[in-house]
């Protein structure tokens, strides 16, 4: 059975993305495996790199029984996908305690994304209710990752979190990097403190071009730092659990040798998230043109039931959407980084990727 499970997990994205496809012609869908929630756009820090721009909390963000009836009430009927607690800084929600108590009462697993910093306020509620996943970002040596993220103290309460959250018994524990042009070179002075910290594994996510990030190409790595942060990624799971997130896309028959299992982007298709203010969304994009509509006016389970059809589906114009080799947020931006970091071509004046730059990988 143990040859068998290898030969079927090879070809698992690709059963899988068939089985979408024919089920949504059908008429039905998956249940998602994930939910992501943005819990609050407020943020005490303010990294050039974010996303979602955060920093001040929106107007009109879900309340405490909005978040139980219209997110956890309605995972519950989605047979009880993980929810991914976001943010912002989602420990700066007041309610955080009593969302996961909701959430632990209705037997929903959660997890948490957080920079750290306010772990051991909230640690009680850690123990009681242990998540199954907690990101922990570390975006660089004690230096670089203090000046980057404007506030000294920020790399030594990270790496405080991740020795809590272990102590707390979560069985996964994650330093996560986002690389950029500035950090891209640092990662093999990271890596001792990496496996020192007490963190299970470590994720390399990239700088998407959205939210603050989305007018600062001098941010984002250059063709030959991708292709040496992924040779460094791929080398180093030798030594320790090493992963690259989504936003690298696929790296085809050599996706064994960069993460556990081969990449399909989940954007739609096995997972979503919602924003701070309800909308649902196909991933982490602020961009509300790609809405699929408000979990306030239509129920969640019914709005995941009947949109992402550009997800489920090739259609004219939506092919960027619809493949699953590919993170359709860095193509969508005309910066895909998945020829750049898995070819041995590319762009010898360290400009960034960009689809003149591609080169296929099948």
């Keep these: 059975m143990g040859l068998l499970h290898r030969f079927v997990a090879r070809r698992a994205p690709d059963i ?22 943005i819990a609050t756009s407020a943020c005490d820090l303010a990294c050039p790199h974010c996303y979602s721009k955060s920093g001040r909390r929106a107007d009109g963000e879900l309340t405490t ?28 929600r007041g309610d955080f305690a009593e969302i996961v108590e909701y959430a632990h009462r209705c037997d929903v697993p959660w997890a948490l994304h957080t920079h750290g910093g306010h772990v051991r306020r909230w640690i009680d509620v850690f123990r009681r209710h242990t998540p199954q996943m907690v990101a922990v970002s570390v975006d660089g040596p004690r230096a670089f990752h203090d000046e980057f993220r404007g506030r000294k103290g920020c790399f030594d309460a990270a790496l405080e979190a991740i020795v809590l959250l272990r102590q707390t018994g979560c069985p996964e524990v994650v330093a996560g990097t986002t690389i950029t042009r500035h950090n891209a070179d640092m990662l093999a002075d990271m890596l001792p403190t990496i496996i020192n910290s007490g963190a299970h594994s470590w994720g390399l996510h990239l700088t998407t071009p959205e939210g603050r990030a989305a007018g600062r190409p001098d941010m984002l790595p250059t063709p030959a730092q991708l292709r040496r942060a992924a040779a460094f990624a791929r ?12 936003e690298w896309g696929g790296a085809g028959g050599d996706d064994c040798f960069y993460r556990d299992d081969r990449f399909m982007c989940g954007a739609g298709r096995f997972s979503c998230v919602v924003s701070a203010t309800g909308e649902l969304m196909p991933c982490t994009t602020t961009d509300l043109a790609e809405s699929q509509g408000s979990i306030r006016r239509q129920p969640l389970s ?34 895909s980084c998945r020829a750049a970091a898995f070819a041995d071509r590319g762009d010898p ?14």
């Design 302 to 335: 019914r709005l995941w039931a009947e949109r992402f059809e550009a997800f489920r589906a090739p259609a004219k114009g939506a092919l960027e959407k619809a493949q699953c080799f590919d993170c359709w947020l860095q193509t969508r931006n005309g910066h």
């Design 16 to 37: 899988l993305q068939t089985e979408i496809r024919l089920l949504h012609r059908l008429g039905f869908v998956r249940p998602p495996q994930a939910v992501q929630w």
């Design 349 to 362: 004046f360290g400009k960034p990727c960009s689809p003149q730059t591609e080169v296929a990988v099948s």
């Design 65 to 92: 029984d909005e978040a139980r009836r219209l997110v956890i009430d309605e995972l519950v009927r989605l047979d009880r996908p993980a929810l991914v607690i976001a943010g912002g800084e989602a420990l700066l």
């Design 235 to 246: 080398r180093m799971r030798a030594v320790f659990h090493i992963e690259l997130d989504d």
